[in-house]
């Protein structure tokens, strides 16, 4: 009886932290069809390939796959840019390359060093992997804590992800790859290196996290000034189409326009609240612009920009008054 009891016990302790968890996905073996991304690649222009993420936040139900990545078709083989948040959506971007094409992978480049940019490097062991010094460091000193954050956002997606960095130095200036003439220019703002990847013949950009398509910006290492100013020097190229790395791809021009709006109410609306001494918790309930609040992730990640940026406007408003 002694015994029943405490079997029953056991069996109620071990029962009581599943029942509280949320419900996860099945494993990926018994369940194939739940994991998988269905990613579908579309020609935006000659061999220029983008594969379109959802316009939302990170979350169990969209794989945390909220990125718009890429890949070019040379002639010579494949440039590959950005590789998706886990190793299982690198894994799938790379079947379907192949499926579209026969030609081997070239290399991949990394535009920042955010890690729905970097974490599908995994299925792209066997070639050079791109990003500029300043986004190899960030992800050396961030990765172990970007890691820790997607397997409690992506719970069974990011199954056998383990960072693994860029190995390459990419170096801003113009690369001829079979019929294609690459072109990569270094800005900053969103993070301290923004990489924009630029297929000269057709005019298509990789726009990286500069431009926010109708979503909210991300901002844990942005600066805005600085990107306000990138802005303004992506508008002066001559560009046909732009893929920003996240919200709607095709949007054209208008998203450099909306995102600058968004930075420029942004650094308003906070340099008047510091001003005028409101806390961080009044500042989450400014009302946002009617425009912005129906933008992708416009539930959560205005209370990053919060958090991010905030603190270093009352900041100035201390050193001024000091
Ligand atoms: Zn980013």
Redesign the pocket.
């Known amino acids: 009886m002694r015994r029943l009891a405490l079997a029953t016990l056991i069996v109620a302790l071990v029962a009581l932290p599943i029942a509280l968890l949320p419900v996860r996905a099945a494993p990926a073996a018994a369940d194939a069809a739940h994991f998988d991304y269905r990613l579908a690649a579309r020609e935006v222009g000659p061999g220029v390939y983008v594969i379109e993420g959802a316009n939302a936040d990170f979350s169990l139900a969209n794989g945390c796959n909220i990125i718009n990545t890429g890949f070019i078709v040379t002639g010579a083989g494949v440039i590959v840019v950005n590789t998706g948040p886990t190793k299982l959506y690198g894994e799938q971007q790379r079947a379907l390359i192949a499926r579209t094409t026969d030609e081997p992978i070239l290399r991949v480049v990394n535009?920042?060093?955010?890690p729905?940019?970097f974490f599908g490097n995994q299925a792209y062991a066997d070639v050079p992997r791109l990003a500029t010094p300043t986004t190899r460091a960030g992800m050396q000193r961030d990765g172990a804590a970007y890691e820790d954050n997607l397997y409690r956002l992506c719970g069974d997606w990011m199954r056998g992800t383990a960072r693994l960095l860029p190995d390459t130095d990419a170096v801003p200036g113009v690369l001829h790859v079979g019929s294609h003439t690459i072109e990569l220019r270094e800005l900053r703002g969103?993070?301290p290196s923004?990489l924009v990847l630029i297929d000269r013949g057709s005019g298509v950009a990789f726009v990286?996290?500069l431009v926010f398509s109708r979503r909210i910006p991300?901002t844990p290492?942005a600066e805005l000034a600085p990107w306000l100013a990138s802005l303004q020097t992506l508008a002066g190229w001559k560009l046909r189409y732009l893929v920003p790395?996240?919200g709607d791809v095709g949007a054209g021009f208008a998203a450099i326009d909306g995102t600058r709006r968004y930075l420029d109410w942004l650094d308003r609306a906070f340099a008047g609240a510091a001003a005028q001494g409101l806390e961080m918790n009044e500042v989450l309930r400014l009302p946002m612009p009617a425009e912005f609040r129906r933008w992708g992730a416009a539930d959560t990640e205005y209370i990053r920009n919060v958090a991010d940026l905030y603190p270093r406007y009352e900041e100035a408003v201390l050193q001024r008054a000091r």
């Open positions: 535009l920042d060093l955010h729905d940019y969103h993070t923004d990286g996290g991300t290492n790395s996240h």
